[in-house]
């Protein structure tokens, strides 16, 4: 079936350096794909929505200045956490639908990356 | 999109059927609910939507009474590894193209040997 795949699966970083995560749909075309993140023992946040060929949509509260997201193909999407600080430290997780269904109801998601800032 | 209501928690031996109820009172008529299961460490796993009526597959059944204000995740014979937050949402499936889920607080199980 489809996969949504993310890379790394953790990392850990200094305060004050950018992190680049990818999240890839392997066997569809994705143009959209969305970004949550997760504080432990809490659920899913959804950040924003990836948009391929265009600008990504935040949620309110997520600055978009911090969070670079770049959609550049149908099957790759991009976070960039930048200047990253300890409260950045969080699980990222990925998402996508395969379009390609008539009437598509499952999203997928990707393994997720934890970030750790120190 | 319509607001859900789980219990943050359930425990429960293993064997045991278990069944996790969600509340969406708010739900449209487009709405479908749908159910994610996710492990430490992991993504959010689909494992079961339905519109109404009763809606069966090989790891739950979905149970939704007429008025659809509320959902009942049903796990037959629960083993240790069932051991997870359970995610219900409610909203409308996209025809095309994809669309955002924004999970509430989800219960989290947990199966007792």
């Known amino acids: 079936g489809a996969v949504v795949s993310q890379h790394p699966s953790w990392v850990i970083c200094k305060s004050g350096t950018s992190v680049k995560i990818e999240c890839r749909s392997l066997?569809?075309?994705?143009?959209?794909m969305f970004w949550y993140r997760q504080f432990p023992k809490q659920s899913l946040m959804l950040m924003a929505t990836?948009?391929?060929?265009?600008?990504?949509?935040?949620e309110q509260g997520v600055e978009k200045d911090k969070f670079l997201i770049n959609h550049a193909s149908l099957t790759l999407s991009t976070l960039t956490v930048t200047s990253a600080h300890p409260e950045d430290s969080s699980f990222y997780i990925c998402?996508?639908?395969?379009?390609?269904?008539?009437?598509?109801?499952?999203?997928?998601f990707g393994q997720g990356t934890r970030l750790t800032v120190v | 999109l319509a607001k859900t209501t789980q219990p943050i928690s359930m425990d429960s031996y293993e064997g045991q059927e278990v069944n996790i109820t969600c509340s969406h009172n708010?739900?449209?008529?487009?709405?479908?609910i749908t159910w994610y299961q996710q492990f430490p460490s992991q993504g959010p796993r689909f494992i079961i939507q339905?519109?109404?009526t009763k809606v069966t597959n090989e790891v739950a059944s979905l149970f939704i009474p007429a008025d659809r204000k509320s959902s009942t995740l049903s796990l037959p014979r629960v083993s240790l590894s069932d051991t997870a937050v359970y995610y219900c949402?409610?909203?409308?499936?996209?025809?095309?193209?994809?669309?955002?889920?924004?999970f509430g607080t989800g219960t989290r199980l947990t199966v007792i040997p």
């Open positions: 949402l409610v909203g409308d499936p996209p025809q095309t193209g994809a669309n955002n889920l924004f």
């Open positions: 998402s996508a639908r395969n379009p390609g269904v008539a009437v598509n109801t499952e999203a997928f």
């Open positions: 339905g519109y109404k």
């Open positions: 708010n739900i449209a008529t487009n709405d479908y």
């Open positions: 990836s948009n391929e060929g265009s600008k990504a949509t935040y």
């Open positions: 066997d569809f075309q994705a143009t959209t």
